[in-house]
């Protein structure tokens, strides 16, 4: 264990999909870090289960647990979310991060993989905010964060179904806010808008062109001049997932380098 834990989540137990790798397992440790209980859901089990591993070693034992789970699947959701409020005591945040993404234009894209990446980045949100808000209501003021895309709030001409999945988290985002406020529940909703951040969805690029051209490559379409870190998104992650952010809800953030400015 280490002495300099923070404190900015101490108390808050959050759930995090997607956490084997990429921005979910950053997220789990940045929340572990600042001081936040986390259940790694995946449906790569061993993998959730080697990041859970790494943070209970420096933090110390039932810090984090890891649960499997399919976001596609309902019965796959109730199962680890009551496993996790088991584990943690309780839910209090809810990172839906788990996402994928197919290639193909509007005439070129299969329905299959249209439904596939509607079901995983979309149904995983409706299906996992549906089933957690009862423990989340259990568990106030709590916080639901949801990993949609720059492609969701920008278009391009072959990524339909990203954009339109994307886009779907987006605006679910702010209406589970509004859900929330009207019933009277301090839970927020918010969402998160990244562009190109260094994590396995690159791979195919990076294979195509090489690791150093691909980079350079998506760096030249951003303001900045460079891809984002997967610790960009999850210090975003750990900002709403903290009292720190109390006042906001039904909002996004765009953490795009500058591209939605242009």
Sequence with gaps: MSAARG??????????????????????????????????????????????????????????????????????????????????????????????????DIETL????????????????????????????????????????????????????YNASKAAVWLLSKGIALHCAKQGVDVRSNSIHPTYIDTPILDPLRQRFGKDEAEAKLGRQVPLGHIGEPADIANAVLYLASDESKFMTGAEMKLDGGISAM
């Design 7 to 104: 404190t900015r989540v101490a108390g808050k137990l959050a759930f995090v999909t997607g956490a084997a790798q990429g921005l979910g397992a950053a997220t789990a440790r940045r929340l572990a870090e600042e001081g936040a209980k986390v259940t790694l859901a995946d449906i790569n089990i061993e993998g959730a289960r080697r990041v859970a591993d790494a943070i209970n070693a420096r933090w110390g034992p039932r810090n984090a647990f890891a649960v499997h789970l399919e976001v596609t699947s309902e019965a796959g959701w109730i199962e680890a979310l009551n496993a996790a409020d088991a584990a943690m005591g309780g839910i209090s945040v809810l990172v839906n991060n788990a996402g994928i993404s197919r290639g193909g």
């Design 110 to 161: 299969s329905l299959e993989d249209w439904k596939l990446v509607m079901s995983v980045n979309v149904d995983s949100v409706f299906l996992g905010t549906k089933h957690a808000l009862k423990y989340l209501r259990a568990n106030q003021p709590g916080s639901i964060v949801n990993i949609s895309s720059i492609a969701g709030l920008i278009a391009a001409h072959n990524t339909p179904v």
